[in-house]
Each structure stands twice: as C-alpha cells, then as structure tokens.
C-alpha cells in the first residue's frame, strides 16, 4: 500500500494540488484565481502555497505587469510525482473498504 504524503493529505493543499495537476505541465495559475477556485483568503493561501514550496511541490513566480505585481503558480515535477502517490494511496483505501470490513 502507498504511503500517505502529510503535506499533500491537508484538505485545502490537496485542493490546490488537485487544480495545478489539472494544468498541463508547466503552465502556471495567477494567484488570484487559485485563490477564487480554492475559496481561500489571501493570507491562508499563502500560507498552504509556503509549505507546498518549502517541500519542493510548487514553483512560485512574481513579476509585474506593467505596475500591477502578478504572482503565478505552477506544480513542479517532484510535486506532479507527489500528487500521484497520494492518489495511489488514497485509491488503496478506497478500493481495500469493502462492505465486509465495515
């Protein structure tokens, strides 16, 4: 059976992995509409986004669009990798609860 990834188990990270995975690979999420999708404030978005970057799982980019600052979000490799072993883990549960063991 998979292990489950800690970091990727919180409900709201978890969430913002899900919407980066439905992302074909490298394209980014402005922070604004991640923030609309994960029904998240500023401030608690912010602090799932720092974790899931501390462990290597996102890439964060700022820039500015003419004045404006625009912050982007992409899932790296390593946190596409992660996603896909939670996934595993949590189809293990799924698919081992059966009727009988209830």
């Known amino acids: 059976m998979a292990e489950p990834d800690e970091i990727v188990h919180q409900s709201t990270r978890l969430r913002?992995?899900?919407?980066l995975n439905a992302l074909p690979a490298g394209e980014a999420l402005e922070f604004k509409r991640?923030?609309?999708i994960a029904q998240a404030t500023d401030g608690n978005l912010g602090a799932h986004l720092a974790t899931l970057e501390k462990a290597g799982y996102v890439e964060i980019e700022?820039?500015?669009?003419?004045?404006?600052?625009?912050?982007?979000?992409?899932?790296?490799?390593v946190g596409r990798n992660?996603?896909?072993r939670h996934l595993r883990y949590l189809r293990d549960i799924i698919?081992?609860?059966?009727?009988d063991q209830a």
């Open 82 to 84: 992660a996603y896909e």
């Open 62 to 77: 700022k820039d500015f669009v003419g004045k404006r600052p625009r912050t982007r979000v992409r899932l790296s490799r």
């Open 34 to 36: 991640l923030k609309a």
């Open 95 to 99: 698919e081992g609860a059966t009727p």
């Open 16 to 19: 913002l992995m899900s919407v």
